[in-house]
């Protein structure tokens, strides 16, 4: 059975950059397109970006466009992102899910799913 874990959060001033990573063990990821999501306390998960099985496409929500990088690596069973210019509403517990496609941004469409990782933006 799939498993993803995920880590790379923590807490960071407003501004400031992190990298999360999202690792995948008993499958490959090959073959999964794989997004990440976000929930803040209070609110309902929300979809963030998410990368196509080849990595050929990606997707972002508008509030973190041209901020925040998805990337993913098969050979490293990998999928990555990167955050920039952080600000404080953008903490959030962070999420990786994979899904046999085609994308998008309904956490229903998610089969597999990690554990999240803790983002703390500070103003």
């Known amino acids: 059975q799939e498993q993803l874990v995920e880590s790379g959060g923590g807490t960071v001033q407003a501004g400031g950059s992190l990298r999360l990573s999202c690792a995948a063990s008993g499958r490959t990821f090959r073959g999964f397109d794989v997004g990440w999501f976000r929930q803040a306390p209070g609110k309902e998960r929300e979809f963030v970006a998410a990368?196509?099985?080849?990595?050929?496409?990606?997707y972002y929500a508008h509030s973190v466009k041209d901020r925040f990088t998805i990337s993913r690596d098969n050979a490293k069973n990998t999928v990555w992102l990167r955050m920039s210019s952080l600000k404080p509403e953008d903490t959030a517990v962070y999420y990786c899910?994979?899904?046999?496609?085609?994308?998008?941004?309904?956490?229903?469409?998610?089969?597999?799913w990690g554990q999240g990782t803790q983002v703390t933006v500070s103003s």
């Open positions: 899910a994979a899904t046999t496609g085609p994308v998008t941004g309904s956490v229903g469409d998610y089969i597999y």
């Open positions: 990368v196509t099985w080849n990595g050929g496409s990606t």
